[in-house]
């Protein structure tokens, strides 16, 4: 089984739509991150929590929000989906434990906005 | 400024042949990490390696090889005798230690190896 699952993997949605994305792991790590990737523009941070308590803005958080309901899930919520949100969305996670801070990437979801 | 720049937009070379890819980097910090993942065509991030600012030895994977320069602020990855299953873009990416554990990556390089 994977280590980061990410639900859906394809969604298409209309604008105005309310949607969500989530993530679950089974690394037992701390630390999670929700990315956006666009063509030509690599992977911008949207959110990322260092624990459940602890939820931060990363580079593009506007249209989107977070929560945290555990320590292995993290979930994106787009309130009201626009056309510029269509990207692929990737959830990454991380361990402060071991001191690495290498961040493991899920499979991506692939959100479309009509 | 934090910024990684990868020039290399798109490579396109013929199997067995050597490749070199790109990564510049820009940060303040004194302790950082550098990293190169691959996106295969089926999407997935895949890491690669991961390496420390104080650590400037070159490092070799099988084909794969790593030259970090930090007087240059370079990180290229090169690929040796390239194979079809190569393919892929590769992204390079810097975590400054203590910006609160933001990966910045470059736009990445699509490697396209022809049989």
């Known amino acids: 089984d994977a280590d980061v699952t990410q639900t859906p993997r394809n969604r298409i949605t209309k604008t105005g739509k309310r949607i969500m994305l989530e993530c679950s792991q089974t690394?037992?790590?701390?630390?999670m991150y929700w990315y956006r990737q666009d063509p030509g523009l690599g992977l911008r941070l949207i959110y990322y929590?260092?624990?459940?308590?602890?939820?931060n803005k990363g580079e593009i958080s506007d249209g989107y929000s977070v929560s945290r309901q555990a320590q292995a899930k993290f979930s994106l919520s787009l309130e009201s989906a626009i056309p510029n949100q269509t990207a692929l969305y990737f959830c990454?996670?991380?361990?402060?434990?071991?001191?690495?801070?290498?961040?493991?990437f899920g499979p991506g979801t692939r959100l479309t906005v009509l | 400024a934090q910024k990684v720049t990868q020039a290399q937009t798109e490579i396109s070379v013929v199997e067995k042949e050597d490749v070199t890819l790109d990564c510049v980097y820009e940060t303040r910090d004194t302790t950082y990490y550098l990293f190169w993942y691959k996106q295969p065509p089926s999407g997935e991030l895949v890491f690669l390696i991961r390496r420390n600012s104080f650590d400037e030895q070159n490092e070799i994977s099988g084909r794969y090889s790593w030259n970090f320069q930090k007087s240059t602020s370079s990180f290229n990855f090169t690929i040796t005798a390239s194979q079809v299953v190569d393919s892929a873009v590769y992204f390079c990416a810097l975590y400054p230690y203590n910006q609160g554990g933001k990966l910045i990556f470059g736009q990445g390089t699509e490697l396209s190896v022809k049989p």
């Open positions: 990454a996670t991380s361990d402060t434990g071991t001191g690495e801070d290498t961040q493991y």
């Open positions: 929590s260092f624990d459940v308590k602890d939820i």
């Open positions: 690394k037992g790590h701390d630390r």
